[in-house]
């Protein structure tokens, strides 16, 4: 498949994925065995590689019933089609990940409070967002965003769905 082979290989998805990493690690020092569900999960490759490096327990969520069809049905994770503004899930998991998928909804902050309704207390929240309104090109159209971020802009919406933040970087 060729998004896999993409995934597997190409410089910005692996170094997006060791940066995931690299976070988790350092704001959950113990991941074995916490629950994670990523919203936006696709195919689910990252929650592949999650799961095998941290031992966390993952499960995926998107909107897209093709992208979840395009996941091996013997990976063992389980996988929900949901609206990411309407989750069916209330204090379920130790972490919520939303990795480049705020950016295509228009109400991102239901979706954050919808998170925030999913993470059980003391939950962790993860999310990667484009940078850069000035940034805004072609790819963005093409790749259906809806905005690119500046980091105040996020920092503020994420408080404003009960979050406190602990880290913001570029990257």
Known sequence: RAIERAEGSYFWFIGRREIIMECLRRQVPALSGRLMLEIGCGHGMLLRYLRQQTGLIVAGADAFLEALRLSPADDGIPRYQVDATHLPFRNAFDIVGLFDVLEHIDDDTQVLRECRS???????????????????????????????YMKRVVVNRVR????????????
């Open 118 to 148: 999913a993470l059980k207390e003391g939950g962790l929240l993860m999310v990667t967002v484009p940078a850069f309104p000035s940034l805004w090109s072609s790819f963005d159209e093409l790749s259906c965003h809806k905005r690119r």
């Open 160 to 171: 404003a769905a009960g979050f406190t933040v602990e880290r913001v970087t570029y990257f």
